[in-house]
């Protein structure tokens, strides 16, 4: 049995749709999926839809951008795992999020036609329709307009960071997110710890040591960056403070083309038996 804790479609920054995503999933034999769309739950009605037909299982899922002091291009996201898709308050922070996605397209739009790069109308109002626009989609219009030869290269040359159309955009602070999926009934994951960017084993307990004492649940600990002293790193980190395990992909489809569900760069083997440990926390948490 197949597992995937993290994907993306098309409702954020991931090339297929929903139903697309649980088609492919079906194929490579995925039982069980979690649909993690960045600040985003919209495509989760759609693919449980999908999942259902199909008698495949869908874990509802988030992913959120944190505020969180690390150096250079080191970041820290939270999935929020088991959330309720109708709990108002998780729907009303995404939404405000949302906007200012939006708002921060306009920037960047702003600051390439101070550059001399003017989009299509078409293409702008496209970007003003997508309810989770995000610098790929940005990139992915530079590419068609044929500005740029490769989505590395927009981001490099026009808007990645320190790149001139770079706008930073609005996050959450860490406890206001966990405190959120909580709150939405969830499990709060530490996304692709190698992120934190630790140069060594003590670094990356300090950097876990701070993230427990704010109230995550768990670690995503498979993951295509991780090699295997990571994981085991971080398998052992999770059973010394009793955490939650979870493992995905992060597929994204053409903006990651490297990256495939289930195997990541084909050295990602996540065990089918996290789903039931994960469920095991779950039910010890909420009962």
Known sequence: MAVDLH????????SL??????????????KTFAITDHDTISAIKQADRAAH????????????SIEYPLPGSAHL???GLFIDVQNEELNFALKKLREERKNRAHLIIRKLEQMGIELPSSQKEKLVLNNSVARPHIAQI???EGLVKSMEEAFQKYIGRNAPAYVPKKKFQLKEAIDLVHRAGGLAIVAHPVSLGAKTDAELRDHLDALVSCGIDGLEAYYPLHDPPLTRYLLNYAEEKRLAVSGGSDFHGEAKKEIQPVIGDGRLNVPDEIVTQLDAFYREKYG
């Open 17 to 30: 749709t929903p139903s697309q995503l649980v088609q492919l999933l079906k194929k490579l034999g995925v």
């Open 77 to 79: 996201h939270l999935l």
């Open 142 to 144: 530079l590419l068609q």
């Open 53 to 64: 037909k199909n008698g495949m299982r869908l874990i509802t899922g988030v992913e959120l």
């Open 7 to 14: 994907l993306h479609t098309t409702h954020s920054d991931g």
